[in-house]
């Protein structure tokens, strides 16, 4: 009984509230808003540019462009293409980078084995790690603090 009741009511408040919302009115068209500061500049910018003035700056600034992107003599820009072409292409600057890197890691003879002796020394002072499943919670914690006070500088 209890359910049908609430379904009954859902019914009920589902259909009053369609109800509702189909009978409210749309609010009225906003007026149209009076032209922005951008607009009217953008006005001023485009009847300044409509000028006799300003239509002769523009085509003698044409002019000028057209005349910076052409090259003066196609010749001159047909040599320096095929002598592009000619030249191998590598990448000089990653070259240079590693011939770099090879110079300051050169060592002489005596130096390198100084450093593997000193390596070697070093690892002999390194021990083993015991098995963490054989060692009781006391000893695990104990390494732990060990290990951490090791790590901090």
Do not use: H, W
Not at 82 to 104: F, G, H, I, N
Not at 107 to 127: D, G, P
């Amino acid at each position: 009984m209890n359910k049908l009741l609430a379904t009954l009511i859902a019914g009920v408040f589902a259909a009053v509230s369609t109800a509702a919302v189909a009978q409210t009115a749309t609010p009225a068209p906003a007026p149209a808003p009076a032209p922005s500061v951008g607009e009217k500049a953008k006005e001023k910018l485009e009847k300044a540019q409509s000028t006799p003035k300003a239509k002769a700056f523009s085509k003698e600034q044409q002019q000028l462009e057209d005349l910076s992107r052409n090259s003066p003599n196609p010749a001159d820009q047909k040599a320096n293409v095929d002598a592009s072409k000619m030249q191998p292409r590598t990448k000089a600057k990653y070259d240079e980078k590693a011939a770099q890197a090879l110079s300051d890691n050169s060592t002489n003879e005596a130096q390198a084995k100084a450093n593997v002796a000193a390596s070697k020394a070093q690892s002999a002072k390194r021990e083993k790690m015991p098995d963490i499943k054989s060692l009781t919670k006391e000893q695990r914690a104990e390494l732990l603090r060990q290990l951490q006070k090791e790590s901090t500088p």
